[in-house]
């Protein structure tokens, strides 16, 4: 029951979204209809979930007074904070406008942000031309930096963005696209084992079994 | 030179940033035949049709992201081209009311609900775009992101049901879901040419969609944003940024090519 | 001069405050980054709230659909997961979105992303995007690249050539996603620091 239900939920619900979209009979595509409706909602409600094991994780930390509690009695506040005032207030507010364009989207942006300095140094201290193949890489990583950047034209001519245009259309689109096909395929396979039960180890961990 | 001080090559980055931005270089921007075609093919919209903008991005596609989104709103605005947003990632509807904050009241003569609408964010992914296709009113939850009730008065509903009404869609997306996800429910399927401003690191992966015509051009990250403000002769943030860009760029460069100079060196004895 | 608006000045605190980190672990980037996490949660969970949830409530109950009682209860199955005796639950709310999920993909994937994309692929190998011999790049440089990654032939002979073939058209294709990837790593820290000289210090319009 604890195996056998879930699989058959699987297969039963994609059943009726293939048989919706391929076959399309009327009541098949009722039935999508509404079971797309309860998808949508099934996914919103996974929302909580990291306010679950955040609380879980860190509620251990603060407890037991390890290392670092501090800080995930911060975030705590940080969080609960934020939804109170949210859930309080409303979305329309200019409290929540403020807190949004103001701790929200700088703490999102800065954090991806740092990422430019660990490239930056990564790229000096590991990107060597040891082999053809890195040093074509290398080669194509140049000129589309210099070409996507306004300073390339300017000093060394048109010719940087016409490469650069070249390598993004020519070999780049037809790598990307054997990639894009092959994943596309392999997609199709894993979505097959998964409604047909064979792939499950998107169950493993809970139940105990 | 192999084993500069990571922190050096920081604080040089900074000051170049900073720098640039501070006192610009002026450097022209051309504009990319890709960035033409996506303007053209927006540009070619008549009044009364409807825009769907995909608001499919989080903060971190901001810079690269509001300043195209900014300008083809201004674009539509001037052709009399109606817009409705929505999105698929957490953040679309407040990502909309940030551009509907400064741009709106450029257009006082604009009004909310009939030449422009923020939906906002519904859950599904896909699933939502494929509920667009039927109903755009169920989809949304017959709500907006103000917590309007929907049609309600709105007359921007009169003559858009669905999103096969749409003439044209455009995807502002930093990743998953997004600019597969339109191709593969509205445009594919239903034809309805659209175009998409993705963050530069999405560039390579959607360039086959170009190549393949799924997509009228591609506005190709903080370049391309740039190039559209200036199509639209509104240069933004993005123009203003194209010299740090540039000299950022030429750093790291110039860094590559020096640990690459120090290790065939050391090679060579 | 300085912006007197504190709501700015917040944001500039936890700019500045996360870009300490790269020169170094400490407490001012650990606060930030404590509320990065905390307000990321929550505002993941308020977003859910307004936009979908508390719609789909009030459809639930003022008798506009009754049968949402049914993804109600689905869903928050899957919060049994902390619940050790009746965790197994959980797995029918991940059930029931995996198999609506590959549905979806068995149904809507193929044909945009497969069958258009090898149709465009059959090109006219006498013009090309740029050059004349574009084309013909093209196509053979997306069949190299399927041989390349194609591991159940041994990679000798003519196909041996083909996948290394296959390797330097992978390396282009990663040189450009490198460069693209730093543009874009650029962009994002140009843009934070455009924010704090333009809306916090004033120092450029």
Redesign the interface.
């Given at each position: 029951m604890r195996k056998e239900l879930p699989l058959a939920i699987t297969f039963v619900v994609g059943l009726i979204v293939v048989l919706a979209n391929f076959l399309a009979p009327q009541t098949f595509v009722k039935i999508n209809n509404e079971v797309r409706t309860w998808f949508q909602l099934v996914s919103s409600l996974f929302c909580a979930l990291g306010v679950a094991n955040l609380t879980r994780i860190h509620g251990k930390k603060v407890s037991q007074q390890s290392e670092g509690w501090i800080f995930s009695v911060i975030m705590f506040i940080a969080m609960f904070g934020f939804m109170i005032t949210a859930l309080s207030v409303g979305q329309q507010s200019a409290l929540y406008n403020n807190l949004y364009n103001n701790t929200i989207v700088p703490l999102n942006a800065t954090m991806y942000s740092i990422l430019m300095f660990y490239i930056a140094s990564a790229a000096y201290r590991a990107f060597r031309v040891r082999s053809m193949e890195a040093t074509l890489l290398l080669i194509a990583a140049a000129i589309v930096m210099l070409g996507k950047a306004p300073i390339g034209e300017v000093v060394l001519g048109k010719w940087v963005a016409t490469w650069t245009n070249w390598i993004l259309a020519v070999p780049n689109t037809a790598g990307m696209r054997g990639i894009q096909l092959g994943a596309t395929l392999g997609g199709i396979a894993m979505a097959l084992r998964v409604l047909l039960g064979i792939e499950r180890a998107h169950f493993g961990g809970v139940g105990g079994e | 030179m192999q084993n500069?001080d990571?922190?050096i090559?920081?604080i040089i980055?900074?000051v170049a940033?900073?720098y640039a931005?501070?006192k610009p270089m002026g450097?022209?921007?051309?504009i990319?035949?890709?960035t033409e075609d996506a303007y053209a093919a927006i540009d070619a919209l008549q009044p009364g049709d409807v825009l769907v903008m995909g608001m499919d991005f989080?903060?971190?596609g901001?810079?690269?992201l509001e300043p195209a989104g900014k300008a083809i709103f201004y674009q539509c605005m001037k052709k009399d081209v109606k817009i409705v947003m929505f999105g698929m990632w957490?953040?679309a509807?407040?990502m909309a009311?940030?551009l509907l904050t400064e741009m709106a009241p450029l257009f006082p003569d604009k009004v909310y609900g009939t030449d422009y609408i923020n939906i906002?964010?519904?859950?599904?992914?896909?699933?939502?775009l494929?509920?667009a296709v039927?109903d755009v009113v169920e989809a949304a939850?017959?709500?907006d992101?103000?917590?309007n009730t929907l049609p309600g008065n709105f007359p921007i509903f009169d003559n858009f049901k669905s999103l096969k009404d749409a003439a044209f869609w455009v995807c502002l997306s930093t990743g998953n879901p997004g600019v597969?996800d339109w191709?593969?429910?509205v445009?594919?399927?239903l034809g309805i040419p659209g175009t998409i401003d993705v963050?530069?690191?999405?560039?390579?992966?959607n360039?086959?969609f170009?190549?393949?015509?799924?997509i009228q051009g591609i506005i190709?990250?903080?370049?391309g944003s740039a190039e559209y403000e200036l199509l639209v002769s509104r240069p933004g943030?993005a123009v203003?940024?194209?010299?740090?860009?540039?000299?950022?760029?030429?750093?790291?460069?110039v860094?590559?090519a020096?640990?690459?100079i120090t290790?065939?060196m050391t090679r060579k004895k | 001069m300085v912006t007197s608006n504190a709501w700015i000045w917040v944001a500039a605190f936890f700019t500045l405050g996360i870009y300490t980190f790269p020169f170094g672990d400490n407490p001012v980037f650990r606060f930030c980054e404590s509320c990065f996490v905390g307000t990321a949660a929550g505002y993941m969970v308020t977003a859910n709230w307004f936009n979908y949830i508390k719609p789909s409530l009030t459809k639930l109950t003022t008798g506009e659909n009754y049968l949402l009682i049914i993804p109600f209860i689905v869903g928050l199955l899957i919060y049994t997961r902390y619940i050790r005796s009746i965790s197994w639950l959980s797995r029918i709310a991940i059930a029931f979105t995996l198999g609506y999920g590959s549905g979806f993909i068995l149904s809507v994937d193929f044909k945009p992303l497969f069958v258009t994309q090898v149709i465009a692929t059959f090109k006219d190998l006498t013009t090309g995007a740029i050059t004349p011999i574009d084309n013909v790049l093209l196509v053979l440089g997306v069949c190299v690249s399927m041989i390349y990654f194609f591991f159940t032939v041994e990679h000798k002979g003519a196909v041996g050539a083909a996948a290394r073939a296959g390797r330097w058209v992978m390396m282009l294709a990663l040189g450009a996603a490198f460069g693209s990837t730093v543009m874009a790593r650029v962009s994002l820290f140009m843009g934070r620091v455009q924010f704090l000289l333009t809306d916090w210090l004033f120092l450029i319009k």
């Open positions: - | 500069v990571r922190r090559i920081y980055l900074i940033v900073v931005l501070i450097l022209p921007v051309t990319n035949k890709t989080s903060a971190g901001i810079p690269e957490v953040m509807g407040d009311e940030r906002g964010y519904k859950a599904g992914g896909a699933v939502l494929q509920k039927d939850l017959n709500i992101h103000r917590g597969p191709i593969k429910v445009g594919d399927p963050v530069s690191v999405s560039i390579p992966e360039m086959p170009v190549d393949s015509g799924q190709q990250g903080i370049r943030r203003a940024g194209m010299d740090a860009q540039s000299l950022a760029h030429v750093v790291i460069l860094f590559i020096l640990g690459n290790y065939l | -």
